[in-house]
């Protein structure tokens, strides 16, 4: 079992920055590709971003590339979402996810998840 643990969100300004971690505890976690989603209120949960077993291979959803920046510590067991930039369109629930693969997995391929992290961004 593997479980994840999003830190705190918050409110920022748009233009500002924000960044969110993600601790996995339980199997090793150098074992799983990992992924960021948000879900913003009356709105399905969309892909972010994410980040290969290794680190080496990113892939963001194109209403982030350039302004998020996914990374991963093997060695703390702590996935990052650094977030600049950031809009109104932004705010949402953050979820970060694992997967038991090596690559960048398809969005149906997480099998674990962590609880959320709201994040406002005011305009």
């Known amino acids: 079992q593997v479980q994840l643990v999003e830190s705190a969100g918050g409110l920022v300004q748009a233009g500002g920055s924000l960044r969110l971690s993600c601790a996995v505890s339980g199997r090793p976690f150098s074992s799983y590709a990992m992924g960021w989603f948000r879900q913003a209120p009356g709105k399905e949960r969309e892909f972010v971003a994410a980040?290969?077993?290794?680190?080496?291979?990113?892939y963001y959803a194109d209403s982030v590339k350039g302004r998020f920046t996914i990374s991963r510590d093997n060695a703390i067991n702590t996935l990052y979402l650094q977030m600049n930039n950031l809009k109104p369109e932004d705010m949402a629930v953050y979820y970060c996810?694992?997967?038991?693969?090596?690559?960048?997995?398809?969005?149906?391929?997480?099998?674990?998840w962590g609880q959320g992290t709201q994040v406002i961004v005011s305009s």
């Open positions: 996810a694992a997967a038991s693969t090596a690559g960048i997995p398809g969005s149906g391929k997480y099998d674990y």
């Open positions: 980040i290969s077993w290794t680190g080496r291979t990113t």
